[in-house]
Each structure stands twice: as structure tokens, then as C-alpha cells.
């Protein structure tokens, strides 16, 4: 029977309370409204859940509807601000540019058919494109996981190992770039091939990896991404921000020693004196490992409770988790773009209606501020 044949455009055109017998009655299942094609992708696990009240998908549809327009303008603002920028066209910010690139595709990718299946209350595109639709999930968060470790090593780089390290390079941000693409692709690509699968989630409006199926295969999958697509990543990051974090405060130690040696208030002629550079840099820190454990961590523990069946999981905890890990793609921006000063004037200048603020000085920023300031004064 052809996928665009007549009984499935009737199937999607009933009313979900008529294909299942209403909600909240009789012995209805959350699967009662699955599509006929897809219901060998769908564990025997989802049949003992009630239909979802149908304000959640309303609520779920709208929510990632917003998320969806908000996400794909400001990343494609800093996509366009930075390569538009000369001064901006830098090999570190090709590594935030990638980031804001794979955030973009996310939301591009993701928002617009989970608004489709929201309102028709199911998976109504098919499963072909339920396992693109996860595939893509999981690739381009991904490639967003590990252009945030490259940006900490790249920060890392510069600022803990300072003059004795080796510039990046334009050709070696581009190779970076690639090489977190190609890792990527590879793990992404392994549940098309076998290696786990992709299935509808609990709500049966999104798909996702299979954290339900019994056999080691299968869940070996899981064990092996979560451990190089979140904990290696994670803990790379950790350490280069505490890394990062003692060498400033270091240095700004021996700024105020020299200055109080030399009798003076300070060595920087615009220093803020009420927020140190390293108190700067560890909020942003703090707030960058803080948003990855809060986006990251809820579907992790979904994942996890599946495989080893700890607990009970309802349909509604995994959409909303992979929700979480989703809304990532809306705040990397702020993180990584907006607290960079040479970004916020581009912006200013570009769209003045839209920044907050006109000229910034450049020693608030992480990444041009403090690690400039920091090499100018070694070389000095």
C-alpha cells in the first residue's frame, strides 16, 4: 500500500479520541492512536500508559514551536553576524560559528515536525522519517556536545598553556570542525545499521534512540554514546574551565602584586575594580557546565532507567526530557556569542534594535578579553 495512500490520510484526519474511544476511557492505550505502519516500532512497554490528555500535546507543540523560532533566529543571527564581521572571522569563532551551526539545524530540523505530530496528537510522517527525524536529533546535539569541548580546549589552549601553546589556526579549526562532523556521523549512523534503532518516544510524537529493548546489543549502544557523547565531553570541559579558572586567578594575583610593588591602584588603566577577570570567567564557567548537566542529564537518566529498568517511565517525563536536551540549541548563543563584546557591538551595528547594548569593553569578554589580555601582558 503506498505511504500517501488513501486509508492513512484517513487514519490522520480522525480525531484521536475516535481512532482510540476518547480519552481517559475504557481500556485505551497512548499506542491506541499509533498509525498502522508504525506499530512494529513501538515497544510493548508504551501499552499499559492512557492516552495523553490532549492539552499536553497542545502545550508540548507550542513550547517546542517557540523554542523552534527563537532557536533558528539567534543562531542564524550569530551564523550571519560573525562570518559577516571581518574582525569576527577569527579561528577560535569558527569553532563558535560551527556551534551556532549545528544549533540552528537542531531546531531547523526538529521543531517543525514535532509541531505536525503535536497537534495530530501521533507520529503522523511515517517511519522513514521517524528514524531521520532521530538520527538528526542525535546527530547535530552531537556536533553541538563537541564544539563545546572544542571551544574549552581551544580557551584551555590559550589561556592555561599561554605562550608556549600552539595557535589555532584557521586550517586547524576547520579540521577540528570536520573531524567532530565525521565522529558525528559515525554514531549516528550505527542505529540505522543494527546497532540500536530509532523508535517513537513515549508520547508517540518524537522518535529517539531504543532504551527499551532487552538484549545487551541493543543497550551496549546506549552505555558506549553516553559515555563519548556525554561524560568524556563533560569532563573534558570540566577540567579545562578549572584549568582555566586557576591560571586567571593566578595571574591576576601576580597583576595586583606587581601593582602594589610598583605602588600603584592597578596595572590596566580600565580595569574594573569590583568584578575580577577570574570571577568573570568562572560565572561563565559555572554557567556553561551548569546549562550542558541541566539540558543533558534528564534524558541521560531516561536512557539509563530504560536500559537497566530502575523505574518506571511515563510517556510524558520522555518527551519532556528530550525537550530539555533540545532547548540547548537556545541558549548556546547567549553563552558563547552574546558575551563576546567585538559580537555585541556587530550586533549593535547590524541590528540596533535588537542589542542590548552598544560598545562593550573588550576585557569582559572570556574569549578576546581575558585571553587577550592575558598573552599581551606575558609578551609585555
Known amino acids: 500500500m503506498s505511504v500517501l495512500g488513501e486509508p492513512r490520510f484517513a487514519a490522520m484526519l480522525a480525531p484521536a479520541a475516535q481512532r482510540g474511544g476518547g480519552y481517559g476511557g475504557g481500556n485505551i492505550t497512548v499506542v491506541d492512536s499509533v498509525l498502522p505502519d508504525m506499530l512494529h516500532m513501538v515497544d510493548a512497554y508504551w501499552y499499559q500508559?492512557?492516552?495523553?490528555?490532549?492539552?499536553?500535546?497542545?502545550?508540548?507543540?507550542?513550547?517546542?514551536?517557540?523554542?523552534?523560532?527563537?532557536?533558528?533566529?539567534?543562531?542564524?543571527?550569530?551564523?550571519?553576524?560573525?562570518?559577516?564581521?571581518?574582525?569576527l572571522r577569527t579561528s577560535s569563532n569558527l569553532l563558535v560559528v560551527n556551534l551556532a551551526f549545528s544549533d540552528f539545524l537542531m531546531m531547523a530540523t526538529m521543531s517543525p515536525p514535532m509541531v505536525i505530530n503535536c497537534y495530530s496528537e501521533t507520529w503522523a510522517l511515517g517511519p522513514l522519517m521517524c528514524e531521520v527525524y532521530g538520527m538528526f536529533g542525535s546527530l547535530f546535539g552531537c556536533i553541538s556536545i563537541w564544539s563545546m569541548t572544542m571551544i574549552a580546549l581551544d580557551r584551555y589552549n590559550v589561556i592555561v598553556k599561554g605562550l608556549s601553546a600552539k595557535p589555532l589556526t584557521i586550517k586547524g579549526a576547520m579540521v577540528q570542525n570536520f573531524l567532530v562532523w565525521a565522529f558525528s556521523v559515525l554514531w549516528t549512523i550505527a542505529p540505522i545499521f543494527g546497532w540500536n534503532r530509532y523508535?517513537?518516544?513515549?508520547?508517540?510524537?518524537?522518535?529517539?534512540?531504543?532504551?527499551?529493548?532487552?538484549?545487551?546489543?541493543?543497550?551496549?549502544?546506549?552505555?558506549?554514546?553516553?559515555?563519548?557523547?556525554?561524560?568524556?565531553?563533560?569532563?573534558?570541559i570540566i577540567y579545562s574551565y578549572l584549568f582555566i579558572v586557576q591560571a586567571v586567578a593566578a595571574h591576576e594575583k601576580s597583576m595586583r602584586e606587581q601593582a602594589k610593588k610598583m605602588n600603584v591602584a592597578s596595572l590596566r588603566s580600565q580595569e574594573n575594580q569590583q568584578t575580577s577577570a577570574e570571577c568573570k570567567l568562572a560565572k561563565v564557567a559555572l554557567m556553561t557546565i551548569s546549562l550542558w548537566f541541566f539540558a543533558w542529564t534528564p534524558y541521560l537518566v531516561t536512557n539509563y532507567t530504560g536500559i537497566f529498568e530502575t523505574a518506571k517511565i511515563s510517556p510524558l517525563a520522555t518527551i519532556w526530557c528530550s525537550l530539555f536536551a533540545k532547548a540547548n540549541a537556545v541558549y548556546n548563543p547567549i553563552v558563547y556569542a552574546i558575551s563576546h563584546p567585538k559580537y555585541k557591538q556587530a550586533l549593535h551595528q547590524k541590528f540596533p534594535t535588537l542589542s542590548c547594548a552598544g560598545k562593550t569593553d573588550d576585557s569582559t569578554s572570556v574569549v578576546s578579553g581575558v585571553t587577550q589580555a592575558t598573552v599581551t601582558e606575558e609578551k609585555a
Open 49 to 87: 500508559f492512557p492516552p495523553l490528555n490532549p492539552l499536553w500535546h497542545a502545550i508540548l507543540g507550542f513550547v517546542i514551536g517557540v523554542l523552534g523560532v527563537i532557536s533558528v533566529t539567534g543562531n542564524g543571527m550569530v551564523i550571519f553576524i560573525f562570518i559577516s564581521t571581518k574582525s
Open 199 to 236: 523508535v517513537p518516544e513515549g508520547n508517540m510524537t518524537a522518535c529517539g534512540t531504543d532504551y527499551l529493548t532487552k538484549d545487551w546489543f541493543s543497550r551496549s549502544y546506549i552505555l558506549a554514546y553516553s559515555i563519548f557523547v556525554y561524560f568524556l565531553p563533560l569532563f573534558t
